[in-house]
């Protein structure tokens, strides 16, 4: 084995990622929107004991990985996590998989279902080949716990809070419950300034006497962020998109960006390069 020149290229397509100690490899695993089963767990854990150091690293974009497994021991470790129904994450120049908050099946500030909306994505586009990498991220509210303006493609729920002024007694909770001032109580009734609002629906949830309520629930889509050396802070699309929009603007970015990236170029870098306005009047149309 020693003597044989290793193919990191075809490794790294495996999901194993050289480790500054030689002939050594850190064990990528795929997990959509941060969940796995206990099964897969205690699967892992075993391979970690068996292939690894008896531990595992969970990465920024809740990926697992099992270090130091030996070159010799890669196949042998993949085939049998596969056999658990546990693939290879994705490296290189592909699409990575998707991270994801729990969304509205945990979380209380939750608007969207994460977790299904990763999973379809995921479905679709995991591995597929880009001019560089691809992260997307979903997120169930403007609170962005998984950052999607850091990611090529963030997705983040929102909704359109509409007052229903025959019912509102200027009782002041939904102003108390407004971190950013967007509500005011004047003259006991309520009024919404929607240049302020970022569509959290707090007001929403804090009214107890249904003066409040959802007008739509959809997506703020943000495209080309990226962290790293030379961070990006993802421009804003489109706001309230529903799923059908979602999906086409993401199919839409997903060829736009196969054709006229650069290799190597991240999707911010090929907006900066060409400009907003043309990606935007394509993907929109």
């Known amino acids: 084995m020693s003597g044989k ?10 999901g194993f990622l050289p480790q500054r100690q030689e002939n050594m490899f850190s064990m990528r ?4 929107s941060g969940n796995l089963d206990a099964k897969k767990l205690r699967a892992i854990a075993d391979a970690a004991e ?22 010799e021991d890669t196949e042998a470790a993949r085939n049998e996590l596969e056999k658990q129904g546990i693939s290879a994450g994705s490296a290189g120049k592909k699409v990575r998989a998707v991270v994801a908050c729990q ?14 909306l990763a999973c379809k994505i995921d479905e679709k586009y995991f591995g597929e080949a ?8 979903v997120t169930g509210c403007p609170s962005a716990c998984v950052r999607p303006q850091e990611n090529d493609f963030g997705i983040m729920g929102n909704v359109k809070p509409e007052i229903l002024g025959e019912n509102c007694v200027g009782c002041k909770l939904c102003e108390k419950a407004c971190k950013v001032g967007a509500i005011k109580v004047l003259e006991d009734k309520a009024f919404i300034n929607t240049k302020k609002c970022i569509l959290c629906g707090a007001c929403i949830a804090a009214c107890r006497k249904d003066a409040l ?29 529903d799923e059908e929009q979602l999906f086409s603007v993401l199919e839409k970015t997903f060829e736009y960006y196969r ?17 907003m306005e043309k990606y935007r009047e394509e993907v929109l149309s």
């Open 5 to 14: 020149k290793i193919d990191v290229s075809l490794l790294k397509s495996k």
């Open 29 to 32: 695993l795929k997990v959509v």
């Open 50 to 71: 068996k292939y690894g150091s008896g531990y595992i690293h969970i990465t920024s974009r809740q990926q697992i990985e099992v270090p130091f497994v030996k070159l």
């Open 103 to 116: 969304g509205d099946k945990v979380c209380r500030n939750g608007l969207i279902d994460c977790e299904n």
């Open 130 to 137: 880009v001019p560089k990498k691809l992260k997307i991220a």
């Open 213 to 241: 309520r959802a007008g739509k629930i959809g997506c703020t889509i943000f495209v080309g962020g990226k962290a790293g050396r030379q961070p990006m802070q993802g421009i804003k699309l489109l706001e309230l998109a």
């Open 259 to 275: 054709r006229e990236g650069l290799d190597g170029e991240r999707f911010g870098d090929l907006l900066e390069r060409v400009g």
